[in-house]
């Protein structure tokens, strides 16, 4: 392209549009750059013709001159294309938005994106104008095995003395939706942003009891529903280039989040107990657990039903100092303003006979988390991104409240659901960015996993306690898994960019159930411990793909997930009672398999 026959405001335009080009970076010139430049008032229609059909068409010298004089195709024709080239163009190289990520694999960490700043809230210091944000995703998930055999065995000879195998299936729907803005407020910029996650699972099953030599068929439904709701309020501001005892330690940006959230959330059980003799009892979200082996669902989830508000406050700063850029925010959370409410009811068919119980309680949760990224540049389109996460939740549900009817007349119960989880996190990778608009990013992470849950429930009848069943590891779960991300995206034309990615992960898990029984609603024995281990694997994989379609003023990135994972775990254990432990005393045996596939989808959108 020959500058000395433009204008001296084209030249200047020229050179402020490539200097733009280059900070971005971007690896090359496009119509949104020269769009950028404070002398966009002076580009002429010769100016932009010129370039348009240079870089639409291709065609250089000579040639190009003959489109011009309508030597190859009429000139209207040429106008025609040239102004749709141009309205399409104006968007430039615009940075995806969560829709890129989730089309990419979600490989936070691992590559770069704008919407990076609702993780780190001083990345939204970046941004110029007003901006809107929107996006949804829906994921269907269909659980095609969601199983756990129990049995018991006399020691000495190895009997089989009871099985209590479970045999469930079912599927799961998430909505997730998310819509904001960010504009320019005091030295730095400001984002509001609100979220809906909607989730809905239902599960049924059945269980073909063995107990001495009987066999009984139950059947069983679980049903789990979440609306949570949250505003989030981001700030950013840069801080500019830092000096200590008069030397630049780099350039710098400080951030902050509160956010607020609403959730409602519920887990309910049925089950439809067979007596035999055609009797049969019905039993709504039941709270005994173990202590009624042939009707536990606690290990698939404990009833509860809860309303609550959260808060989360976040701190941020990020940087580059030299060749390497960093990026730290710490987050605390903690629950406040909760309700919860446990309903259980028993009935007997054909008898009629009906019993009940009511708990009211609270919700009390906290939660700490941090994440750390670090990204060091060996050259201009290759960078080593390195990432580390920790963080602790829990959570405790409560309730006591009073029995009606038949089995539970007076008597008084406390219960309790404990849910704690600990995760980190570490692991890098490289990113490696190619011409024309292509990336390529791999990396390998480790995670390790610690998920404790825990149930326990106390019978007080008026003066004598009568039971206390505290199944305080129900389970406890760890897992070492690490992950493979690989991810990519190619800028096809400039109005259209596709991505893809694939993640596939292997863990070594190893699951405890234990339970202690404490009463005397029998004789004997009074007291019963269980301690079960189980060892066994998790893997998964997941594909993505994605992409970029720009228009004038906006950008739509659409999306779409498959992924299959399967968890595979046995081991054994023992039972032991007292008094009389000749007679109750046992060998234990475990078995638990989930596998599941899922398919997703869904667009973000940027303005």
């Not at 000495?156 to 209590?164: A, S, Y």
């Not at 939660?367 to 996460?389: C, H, M, Q, T, V």
């Not at 007349?409 to 011409?435: C, H, N, P, R, T």
């Not at 034309?493 to 405890?512: A, C, D, H, Q």
Request: proline share 4%; glycine share 12%; hydrophobic share 35%.
């Amino acid at each position: 392209m020959n500058r000395e026959k433009f204008t001296l405001k084209a030249q200047e335009a020229l050179q402020e549009a490539k200097s733009i080009a280059e900070r971005k970076p971007h690896q090359q010139i496009d119509m949104g750059h020269l769009f950028s430049t404070q002398h966009r008032k002076s580009l002429t229609r010769g100016f932009l013709l010129d370039i348009l059909a240079r870089r639409a068409i291709g065609i250089k010298g000579d040639l190009l001159k003959k489109l011009k004089k309508g030597g190859l195709m009429k000139k209207r024709h040429l106008y025609i294309l040239m102004i749709c080239f141009l309205v399409f163009s104006l968007a430039g190289l615009a940075h995806g938005w969560q829709g890129r990520m989730e089309g990419m694999g979600n490989p936070y960490g691992l590559v770069e994106d704008e919407s990076d700043f609702l993780i780190h809230p001083f990345g939204i210091a970046n941004g110029e104008g007003l901006k809107f944000y929107g996006g949804y995703s829906f994921k269907y998930r269909n659980v095609l095995d969601w199983d756990y055999t129990l049995a018991t065995f006399t020691p000495g000879t190895g009997t089989l003395r009871e099985q209590w195998p479970f045999r469930g299936s079912g599927d799961e729907i998430k909505h997730d939706a998310l819509l904001g803005t960010t504009f320019p407020l005091g030295s730095g910029r400001m984002g509001l942003f609100f979220n809906y996650v909607g989730k809905r699972d239902d599960f049924s099953g059945h269980e073909n009891e063995f107990d001495n030599g009987s066999n009984f068929f139950h059947e069983y439904d679980l049903k789990s529903d979440l609306d949570a709701f949250s505003f989030r309020l981001l700030y950013g501001l840069p801080l500019g280039n830092i000096k200590i005892e008069g030397l630049p330690m780099g350039i710098f940006k400080f951030g902050g989040e509160i956010a607020l959230a609403y959730r409602n959330e519920e887990n309910k059980s049925f089950f439809n107990r067979d007596f035999g003799g055609g009797t049969r009892i019905f039993k709504e979200n039941s709270p005994f657990g173990e202590w009624q082996e042939s009707r536990n669902t606690l290990p698939f989830e404990f009833p509860y039903d809860s309303r609550y508000w959260e808060v989360f406050l976040k701190a941020s700063l990020g940087g580059s100092f030299g060749p390497a850029m960093f990026a730290f925010t710490p987050k605390v959370g903690f629950t406040f303003a909760a309700d919860n409410r446990l309903e259980h009811e028993r009935s007997i068919y054909p008898a009629g006979i009906f019993s009940f119980i009511e708990m009211d309680g609270g919700v009390k949760g906290c939660s700490i988390e941090s994440d750390f990224w670090l990204r060091y540049a060996l050259s201009k389109d290759l960078s080593l991104p390195f990432l580390g996460r920790i963080g602790y939740q829990k959570k405790t549900w409560d309730g006591s409240g009073q029995g009606f009817g038949f089995l539970y007349q007076d008597q008084i119960f406390y219960y309790k659901v404990k849910e704690s989880s600990f995760y980190a996190e570490i692991g890098g990778g490289l990113d490696k960015e190619f011409m024309k608009g292509t990336r390529i990013a791999s990396g390998i992470y480790y995670d390790y996993l610690h998920e404790k849950n825990g149930y326990s429930i106390l019978r007080t009848p008026p003066g004598v306690p009568n039971f206390n069943l505290d199944q305080f590891d129900y389970p406890s779960h760890k897992e070492h898994r690490f992950t493979l991300r690989v991810t990519g995206e190619k800028e096809l034309s400039p109005l259209f960019t596709m991505r893809m990615g694939i993640n596939l992960f292997y863990g070594w898990v190893k699951e405890s159930f234990s339970m202690s029984y404490r009463g005397s609603v029998i004789p004997v024995p009074r007291r019963i411990d269980d301690s079960i281990s189980l060892n066994g694997s998790h893997w998964g994989i997941g594909l993505s793909l994605g992409g970029t379609v720009r228009f004038q003023r906006y950008s739509i990135e659409p999306f779409f997930n498959v992924g299959y994972q399967k968890q595979d775990l046995d081991g054994d254990g023992e039972r032991i009672a007292s008094p009389a432990p000749g007679v109750f005393n046992r060998s234990l045996e475990m078995d638990k398999l989930m596998k599941d596939w899922s398919i997703g989808g869904g667009f973000s959108i940027k303005f």
